[in-house]
């Protein structure tokens, strides 16, 4: 037998659900269906609201309208209810007398509970108090509700039940809502700005059988028929450079990927993201594709380019400043990053370690490029308010990308900073298989087995083999993107079920 939950339904709840059931049953008695029908005809209470509106008794008829939507507030005054019934456009108010909707209705009003879904129709118009209000001639119940629900709007205070019960957020926090509609926005205007440049979205494999194109720990699965090893993908991006071998010269996919890895403010073990590929482009080409892609994405979702991020605000006004990592690492920490000595100092300095812990319990001494990095994100990236392109990263970094000319230490990436969040990774593609392989099999030394990285992609190199054009390549994490642009600073906020633990069972 399973253990009650650690959060049973309070006594006081069992004592609404008991009577919302009790209620139920007088519904039906009255010979009314409490799980409604199909009921055509309504329109969006925020189109309903925009209608001209008379003051109701001044002998002048408003437009009769249909709604249906959810009782969020009830209160009556004698024999008249007053009602306010929230659809996902917005709220209005309803008035239900008992000598219009008549003895049945008035019956069915009588027991309406927060959070029972109904329709109304009638004259739209204003009370004397001035409030928009759709006086109803009939009303139809269109679904009953059995669990009691927050009542009015402050019941959703605790963040954790609103993720658990993101259905009664969505109703009751404003905010959710309307960042849900946001984001669906933000992947329609990236959708449509890529498609109009000719780029053409595909979709490929989430179950693969080697994990690859990042450093992450995937999630493993097994395929029973096929009595096959599989896991689920935690990049999206050599798929698509296949595609570049077989002629999708400007390629794209917006997909989920997984890593089995830690939870924080800015990650979850499963999010979205971008992908995309030009043949014959660049490191250049990917800036200022990405540029206009996020200054059209700022304009689907804000009058202005200057939007707000916490007590600070987000220019996104063309063209972003452009920084060479070397130079922002000299200036904020004070030294060149290729002396290895000064870059061990300043690691001590900045409180840095200088080793990783092995999986024997040891430790082992850093990579020089390696410090380097942990040095620009502890010092650099906090001054990095941005929107500012960090290009020339150190090769060590980047085996998937072409070294630049005439700097074989430094690789043509670049990473999109905004208040010292990464929000773009960009490349020139590395299309030489020999070099790729050589590189692969470096990575590949010392790793564990279950790190993605332990296998090689004989397939992908097989397909490099049979030649890709050169290319730019980006990627952008669309939670992060829809965090910055909606002002959202967990990534809880703007995944609409992110993972959270079970409730704990006593």
Known sequence: MSSAPSNPTPPEQQDHAAVR????????ALGVDPWGQRFDGHRPIAEVRALPAETFDTGTNGPTVRIAGRVVGRRRMGKVYFLDVWDQTGKVQVMLG???????????????????LIGVEG??????????????ATLTYLTKSLEPHPTGYYGMSDEEYRLRHRYLDLIYTESTLRKAHQRVKILRTIRNHLDAQGYLEVETPVLQAVASGAAARPFQTHHNALGLDLVLRIALELPLKRLLVGGIEKVYEIGRVFRNEGISHKHNPEFTMLELYCAYGDLGTMMDLTEGLLVACVAAVSDTP????????????????????GDLFRQYVGCDMQDRAAVKAKAAEFKVPLTLKTEGGGTVEKEHDVLVNDLFGEVVEPHLTGPVFVHDYPAELCPLTKRKRGEPLLAERFELY?????????????NDPITQEATFRKQLVGQSEEDSMAKLDEDFIRALRHGMPPAGGLGIGIDRLVMLLTNSHTIRDVILFPLLRPEANT
């Open 98 to 116: 008992a000598k219009q909707i008549g003895d049945l209705g008035w019956k069915v009003a009588e027991l309406l509970d927060l959070g029972d």
């Open 306 to 325: 200057t939007i707000p991020w916490g007590e600070q605000t987000v220019n996104f006004t063309p063209p972003f400043q452009r920084a060479r990592y």
């Open 123 to 136: 004259e739209f118009g204003k009370t004397k108090m001035g409030e928009p209000t759709v006086r109803g």
């Open 418 to 430: 905004v208040h010292g969040m990464e929000l773009a990774n960009a490349y020139t593609e590395l």
């Open 21 to 28: 059931l009790d209620k139920l049953r007088q519904i039906e």
